[in-house]
């Protein structure tokens, strides 16, 4: 984690999950976005673009969640797999409950669970270039979700 302390910037905090790809890897949900700590993936799991997750929302660090939990927080998220980079942006909200153990879940709406890692993204699934989609559909393709809050 990092932080922005001595300047005038707000600080911004930064954490990483990493997951590994999957033969059934889709990628085409409209909403939303998912990693998780699962193994088993079936073709129903379409926003789901990652498997064998490092931590779910809940092994998140508390000045992460305290952060996402704010209600200035701007989102940058970023899919990295390869030499590839996909970066969008999202919002926190006061609601999150940031509690579930094996699911991170990014939504373009305003829905709130204990799998939602934040609202209003300006991406889902379906976004993510190609190239990087099928790369994730080799179960020995490491992948990273990178998120990092600023203005919290």
Same mark, same amino acid.
Do not use: Y
């Given at each position: 984690?990092?932080?922005?302390?001595? @300047?005038?910037?707000?600080?911004?905090?930064?954490?990483?999950?990493?997951?590994?790809?999957?033969?059934?890897?889709?990628?085409?949900?409209?909403?939303?976005?998912?990693?998780?700590?699962?193994?088993?993936?079936? &073709?129903?799991? =379409?926003?789901?673009? *990652?498997?064998?997750?490092?931590?779910?929302?809940?092994?998140?660090? =508390?000045?992460?969640?305290? %952060?996402?939990?704010?209600? @200035? %927080?701007?989102?940058?998220? @970023?899919?990295?797999?390869?030499? &590839?980079?996909?970066?969008?942006?999202?919002?926190? =909200?006061?609601?999150?409950?940031?509690?579930?153990?094996?699911?991170?879940?990014?939504?373009?709406? *305003?829905?709130?669970? &204990?799998?939602?890692?934040?609202?209003?993204?300006?991406?889902? %699934?379906? =976004?993510?270039?190609?190239?990087?989609?099928?790369?994730?559909?080799?179960?020995?393709?490491?992948?990273?979700?990178?998120? &990092?809050?600023?203005? %919290?």
């Amino acid at each position: 984690m990092e932080t922005g302390e001595g @300047s005038t910037r707000p600080p911004t905090l930064r954490e990483s999950i990493s997951f590994h790809g999957h033969r059934l890897i889709r990628s085409t949900h409209p909403t939303t976005i998912e990693v998780t700590e699962e193994e088993h993936l079936t &073709e129903n799991g =379409d926003c789901i673009i *990652g498997v064998g997750a490092e931590k779910g929302c809940a092994g998140l660090s =508390d000045g992460l969640k305290t %952060a996402l939990r704010s209600g @200035s %927080a701007t989102v940058r998220l @970023s899919i990295v797999v390869g030499g &590839e980079r996909f970066g969008f942006a999202a919002s926190g =909200d006061p609601g999150l409950r940031l509690s579930h153990p094996h699911d991170v879940v990014i939504r373009r709406s *305003g829905f709130v669970s &204990e799998r939602t890692l934040a609202l209003r993204a300006t991406a889902s %699934a379906r =976004d993510i270039p190609r190239t990087i989609v099928s790369r994730l559909r080799d179960p020995r393709t490491a992948g990273v979700l990178e998120i &990092e809050v600023v203005g %919290a």
